[in-house]
């Protein structure tokens, strides 16, 4: 497979729809009234971008 059919593979966008939609959790989260709301909103939201980095250096390299 060519780089350009490769980088244009339907798994990497689906890695970042997911990725968006943990990131989107994270930050609906940091309105929610719990006691520990923010600290949960923050690492979901670093998982998200964690996620969401991973699948666009994939995507570069």
Sequence with gaps: ???????????????LVIAIIIGLVGVYLR??????????????LAIGVGVGLKAVFTIVK
């Design 31 to 44: 309105f929610a009234d719990f006691r520990h709301a923010s600290a949960v909103a923050n690492v979901i």
């Design 1 to 15: 497979m060519n780089p350009t059919q490769e980088a244009n593979s339907e798994r990497h966008y689906i890695l």
